[in-house]
């Protein structure tokens, strides 16, 4: 079988991809619905970690290296 995987925005993509693939994310949202919370919040942490470490440099703000 063959698996297509998208293109990884940034950090917060491959953590969440990783946490997929391991099983947490899903132990993560049980966990979360057993004691009635609907949104653990997985999104926003991937939108924030995909803004603070993108890995596409043309939408990165690149700083200039000190010597």
Sequence with gaps: MIQV????????????????????AYAVKMAAMSVGIEDCGCEGRKDYLNEKVPYDRKDSEVLPRES
Aim: hydrophobic residues 35%.
């Design 5 to 24: 995987i998208k293109k990884h925005k940034g950090l917060g993509d491959t953590v969440e991809f990783m946490l997929e693939k391991t099983g947490i």
